[in-house]
């Protein structure tokens, strides 16, 4: 009220002074000279009640021969100049710092803040902010990490203003509009300990809830760890309660998951674990928004411990809060621990459970592992059975020196994949298998160069050697292979009546091969980067490590997928091959099978050929 009328009588004094001045210079006499000005405009603006010459009190005469100096708001509105040479606007030292124009705009058409034209009207502060705070490069150069223009916008507040709501918050709510302190100072209202009063002035009643609460309390207690409220709702990109990922019910488990709070301040560390373990926790996970989370049974404001007979979670209140969702629910309902953890022995219910989780681990051991050791023996001793019973001719598949290549290619290969895995997946049995992470690195670099050493040495093989040479020709594609592949497919789709015959190699072992050669490559060139990152940085830009981390994970996803899905059935789960190919072992098949497999193959057929084993 003070403002107004000292505001009013400095309006007064002006128009006097105006008045005694318009003898000389007024209105009319500026605005024939001075015709950009829209003198329409000028006349319903704020500052149409008053004479040009008020504010530009250097100029005594017209014509006049010296410009204007800059005007300078400071007589009529002391309070709120000075406010903002306190700012962090004032104080900016990018040279751009938003002075009054900017955001009130030309001082001859500035509107009062209640027209909706006005650029300070509610509706047009989050634009007009934006229009500095929305350029990525001003927001830089002031030392932000942020887009709060662009988060703000996207939020509950920012749609809400959108949307017509004239008491949805905007900048100047809670950065004030000329005092704007950064959050570091004490007075700004986005300072920590002043956030929840801050948001206060718009929700009261959960301000003082929260205020009651043991989060409040902490705060009150100075307790910088405690969560204020952009800590759970976000600070500019505000989202809704029901948004599970990115609203407030998805944040307690930042704090809340990990030793620090228990360290300081003896809290829990196992509640948000033991929750995601639980089936609200995992109804949650899939979709779930009715399954109980932290908010449902502590509250989401007036948070109290559980010995606080106000808390929801208090024993005496546990019928009543589990009754939200569980209708009819008793005392009983409530007994018991909420967050159970494994291997607890606190009290007699946790030992219960843990003994009875331990017997069934053993029991689950025992049994499973009794029932696939006597499946294993049994499939061992027929398998053994059916390949002595090979009748007819056998023809040798692979020599000696080529099962060699692929035993150690197989070895080689399956400890990459389960020594790689175990890295990405720490926390899975892959992980723990290895104990620690310096053992898990050094096998899987040492599997590695066996790798690359096999494929380097088989290279020369095929290059080097006649039976080498001889292995690459029959490998390479042929135009025949397409149609092949066609073929085969419309003979067991019941299409054809024609069983396609093939060499060698079939269509689908020259894919599986020439796919290999290349994922070795790939993955050797790819792992090497990664491994001497160092020296890859010195000759190429760092992102590039970032490329070839990318490529070797997916490309070894690739590779496990294709051996489990492709290889695997042509060598095991094929009907006319189970339980094995016996090739692996003993580089033999019947003559049978490698007629009906690869009967155009007649140089082996013929030449290569020796008398089954008895």
């Known amino acids: 009220m003070r403002a107004a009328i000292r505001l009013i009588l400095a309006a007064a004094v002006l128009l006097i002074g105006g008045a005694v001045r318009a003898e000389v210079l007024d209105n009319a006499t ?33 014509p006049h021969d010296t410009p204007p100096k800059k005007v300078d708001c400071s007589p009529c509105h002391s309070e709120v100049v000075s406010a903002w040479m306190n700012s962090v606007h004032a104080a900016s030292q990018t040279g751009k710092a938003p ?40 927001v830089q150069k002031a030392g932000l990490t942020t887009q709060p223009a662009a988060s703000y916008q996207d939020s509950v507040h920012g749609r809400a203003v959108y949307n017509g709501s004239t008491k949805a918050a905007v900048c100047t709510d809670c950065h004030d509009a000329h005092q704007v302190l950064p959050g570091n100072n004490p007075q700004s209202g986005i300072f920590k300990f002043n956030v929840p009063r801050t948001c206060g002035r718009c929700h009261a009643a959960i301000a003082t809830a929260y205020g009651k609460g043991v989060h409040g309390r902490a705060l009150q207690h100075g307790n910088w760890s405690a969560p204020v409220c952009t800590d759970c709702h976000g600070i500019h990109a505000i989202s ?62 007036d948070i109290f ?35 159970l953890m494994a291997n607890d022995v606190s009290d007699a219910p946790s030992k219960a459970l843990t003994w009875i989780r331990w017997i069934y681990i053993v029991l689950i051991v025992l049994t499973i592992g009794g029932m696939a050791l006597h499946n294993i023996v049994i499939w061992v001793h027929k398998a053994r059975l059916k390949r002595q019973a090979r009748h007819g001719r056998l023809v040798t598949r692979m020599n000696l020196n080529q099962r060699l290549q692929h035993g150690t290619m197989v070895i080689s290969f399956t400890v990459l994949v389960v020594s790689g895995f175990a890295l990405i997946w720490p926390e899975s049995w892959l992980g723990q298998a290895f104990f620690t992470e310096m053992i898990r690195r050094c096998v899987h670099r040492t599997a590695a160069v ?31 292979d397409i149609g092949d592949a066609f073929r085969t497919m419309r003979y067991y789709l ?16 020259k894919a599986e091969y020439w796919a290999g050669m290349w994922g ?24 590039w490590i970032d490329i070839a981390t990318t490529i070797h994970f997916f490309e ?26 016996w090739a692996w072992f003993d580089g033999q098949m019947t003559e049978e099978h490698y007629r009906e497999e690869h009967g155009l193959d007649g140089e082996t057929l013929k030449t290569d050929s020796e008398p089954a084993e008895k």
């Open 305 to 339: 411990p559980s010995n606080d007979p106000r808390s929801s979670i208090n024993p005496a209140n546990l019928p009543k809060t589990c009754g939200k969702c569980h209708q009819g629910a008793q005392a009983n309902f409530g007994q018991g621990k909420v967050h």
């Open 99 to 138: 002075h009054c124009l900017d955001c009130h705009g030309s001082p001859h058409e500035i509107l009062p803040s209640a027209d909706k034209a006005s650029k300070t009207n509610h509706a047009n502060i989050p634009a007009t902010c934006a229009s500095c705070h929305g350029q990525k490069f001003v």
């Open 520 to 543: 070795t490559v790939v993955m050797a060139i790819t792992g090497l980067l990664i491994w001497f990152n160092v020296t890859t940085t010195a000759l190429m830009p760092r992102w």
């Open 450 to 480: 066996v790798m690359i050493l096999l494929g380097l040495y088989h290279m020369a093989y095929m290059a080097g050697t006649k039976e080498g040479r001889k292995g690459l020709r029959d490998f390479w594609f042929r135009a025949r």
């Open 556 to 581: 070894g996803i690739l590779a496990t997928l294709a051996i489990i899905v492709w290889h695997f059935y042509h060598v095991i789960f094929d009907p006319d091959t189970y339980p094995m190919n």
């Open 494 to 509: 019941g299409l054809s009546d024609t069983k396609p015959e093939f060499g060698r190699f079939t269509y689908a072992e």
């Open 30 to 62: 500026c605005l024939g000279c001075h015709d950009k000005v829209d003198a329409a405009k000028f006349a319903n603006s704020v500052h149409g009640p008053l004479q040009c010459a008020d504010c530009h009190a250097d100029i005594t005469s017209a």
């Open 240 to 301: 809704k309660t029901s948004d599970l990922s990115r609203g407030p019910r998805a944040s307690c488990q930042h704090c809340h998951d990990g030793v620090r709070l228990t360290r300081e301040f003896a809290v829990p560390a196992d509640r948000a674990e033991s929750y995601a373990a639980s089936y609200h926790g995992m109804a949650r996970k899939v979709g779930s928004t009715v399954a109980a989370d932290c908010a449902s049974c502590h509250g989401a404001h």
